[in-house]
């Protein structure tokens, strides 16, 4: 567990985006229960991407959240955060997003891929 002074700065819990002005004293996120580590202010970057780039590095780490953890919820909190910023926010960052669209299309198709089943 990190000291308070460590903890005592203003940013967003990664899961969810509940801002705070201070994670002192907090061992989860008030809102989502997470303890996953947060997102401070004071590191938010600004940075000239590519569409394709973002795709290829949400697509692996969704593809080994999904292998390796319990869910890929956090890539798709990121995936998230990342689309309302975004030109062309309807174009897919993950691979669950293309499955989505294709059930919403009605388009049948089968697959191992683990996003592929969720729903």
């Known amino acids: 567990m990190n000291s308070p002074n460590e ?46 780039e973002l795709r290829l590095l949400l697509t692996a780490a969704e593809a080994w959240h999904l292998t390796n953890e319990e869910g890929a919820d956090i890539v798709y909190a990121i995936a998230a955060r990342i689309r309302r910023q975004l030109k062309y926010p309807m174009i897919p960052l993950t691979a669950h997003d293309e499955f989505q669209e294709l059930k919403d299309k009605g388009i049948g198709f089968i697959s191992n891929h683990p996003a592929a089943d969720m729903p």
């Open 7 to 52: 903890r005592d700065y203003p940013g967003y819990c990664i899961l969810c985006s509940k801002r705070y002005e201070s994670f002192s004293n907090m061992d989860k996120c008030e809102q989502c229960g997470t303890t996953e580590q947060p997102c401070k202010d004071k590191y938010q970057e600004s940075i000239e991407v590519n569409h394709r």
